[in-house]
């Protein structure tokens, strides 16, 4: 098959379409055709450097795909509840950017009855990471409110439609008027262009003083003593990415004032059965909504897989909203 390799350490141009083996189908797994493969952060990082795969996963880059199931593992039973030919979307440890992957067969997700097989490809890094960390973890929960930093990403896209399908006032943060206006077309109750405004500010002015309840940040440091400032009695602040930097000097107080908690986590190096949960999790919470097209995956460009590197230069500029897929 083919697949994007990493070939050195470094930029976009490193991302290399070569032939390589079949992967190995383990006995819990299943043998993908891949129709598309989502790109993340993440994936940036790992041509870096900085964000290895976990123990025995694929070394090429891609956490999500779908695609067609083509083999199963020797402990997967047909329609247990997966079989040869379904068409599915999934969570993976790497290995996206390729024309075949193998993943554990608890990490699969039926393609939703609403979104093509291609689009389907957007859905599984985003929701499993949002419903995880904001839902399962910070327990966000109807009638609360919830800032979402880069609320035009692709993880922003999703939180921005999920949350509002769920009840909750949406707050949002981006640098242009064009995202902030895309926001709001999904849905966000209050868009802050935080180029031109102190978020800060802003969220004690709309909340009357109050807070939100819980924010999910993807800059780390630089944005850390504003996030605390901004959350309500008993807020939640996720943290899950570090664009801003991993140190910052910090006032303490906010914490014990107002009772605060401050939480972190990936979603790559979580264990398999860990990760399986998270799954059923989303399809249980998240698919009913999908399906009622009340959440829509939001695709901004596709490329080839040849062109991997060119998506990459894309991913790193921000300018998007939502997804970018790979084709093989």
């Known amino acids: 098959m083919k697949a994007v390799v990493i070939t050195e350490l470094g930029g976009p141009e490193v991302l290399q379409l ?14 993908i055709k ?39 593992g020797r402990n997967v039973s047909p329609c247990s509840p997966w079989n040869i030919g379904d068409q599915v979307c999934t969570l993976l440890g790497g290995g996206g950017y390729a024309e075949k992957v193998a993943v554990p067969a608890a990490q699969l997700l039926p393609v939703p009855e609403s979104v093509s097989l291609r689009d ?7 929701a499993c990471t949002v419903w995880s960390t904001v839902f399962m973890t910070s327990h966000l929960s109807p009638g609360e409110s919830f800032l979402i930093h880069g609320g035009s990403s692709g993880i922003g896209t999703f939180a921005i439609q999920i949350s509002k399908y769920l009840g909750i006032k949406v707050f949002v943060t981006a640098g242009s008027e064009d995202k902030l206006q895309a926001c709001k077309n999904l849905g966000a109750d209050v868009c802050i262009n935080y180029k031109k405004e102190d978020f800060a500010a802003r969220i ?7 807070g939100v309840d ?29 664009q801003g930097g991993t140190t910052a000097e910090l006032n303490l107080s906010p914490l014990l004032a107002k009772r605060l908690t401050i939480q972190a986590a990936g979603m790559r190096a979580r264990s398999p059965e860990n990760k399986a949960k998270i799954v059923k999790e989303v399809e249980k919470n998240v698919w009913p ?37 790979l084709i093989p």
């Open 18 to 31: 070569k032939e390589v083996e079949d992967p190995t189908v383990g006995d819990d797994e299943v043998l």
């Open 214 to 242: 819980v924010i999910l940040d993807n800059m780390g440091g630089s944005y850390l003593q504003r996030n605390l400032d901004s959350l309500s009695i008993d807020g939640r602040l996720f943290i899950l990415g570090f």
């Open 289 to 325: 909504a999908i399906v009622a097209r009340k959440v829509k995956p939001i695709v901004y460009k596709t490329f080839p897989l040849a062109e991997a590197a060119e998506a990459h230069r894309l991913l790193e500029t921000s300018s998007h909203v939502g997804k970018l897929l």
């Open 204 to 210: 004690k002015e709309e909340t009357e003083g109050k």
């Open 120 to 126: 389907a490809a957007c859905i599984p890094e985003v």
């Open 34 to 72: 891949v129709a598309a493969a989502g790109l993340n952060r993440a994936d940036a990082y790992q041509r870096e450097g900085g964000h290895p795969p976990p123990k025995g996963c694929s070394p090429y880059p891609g956490l999500e795909v779908s695609g067609t199931i083509v083999s199963l």
